[in-house]
Nanobody, 121 residues
Framework: QVQLVESGGGLVQPGGSLRLSCEAS???????????MAWYRQAPEKQRELVAQ??????????DSVKGRFTISAISRENAKNLVYLQMDSLKPEDTAVYYC?????????WGQGTQVTVSS
């Protein structure tokens, strides 16, 4: 139905920045039904956790550990693409994880395959 593809991960030094992107493709009707998009992350041997989310009305929510450092944003849906970004500043080694994009409709949730973010000197 819907495919989500993340990009923008990589290796960065502590204090650096990265911007993650998530692009949706597939069933246009389902894409236009997405009412919430979110970023999760999973570090080795840890559970997946919510990092940030944004509703279709622009309401945002952040994990305490990233407040003031990460910013989630979304653009208007055009050409069947629903893009959400995660701007990550002042990165710390503990931000190292695989970051996943998720999109929710009232009926379903769709995950991307993840992108690795490594913060290390």
């Amino acid at each position: 139905q819907v495919q989500l593809v993340e990009s923008g991960g990589g290796l960065v030094q502590p204090g650096g920045s990265l911007r993650l992107s998530c692009e949706a493709s597939g069933n246009i009707f389902v894409i236009n039904s997405i009412n919430l998009m979110a970023w999760y992350r999973q570090a080795p041997e840890k559970q997946r956790e919510l990092v940030a989310q944004i509703t279709d009305r622009g309401i945002t929510n952040y994990a305490d550990s990233v407040k003031g450092r990460f910013t989630i944003s979304a653009i208007s849906r055009e050409n069947a693409k629903n893009l959400v970004y995660l701007q990550m500043d002042s990165l710390k080694p503990e931000d190292t994880a695989v970051y996943y994009c998720k999109g929710n409709t009232w009926q379903d949730g769709f995950w991307g395959q993840g992108t690795q973010v490594t913060v290390s000197s």
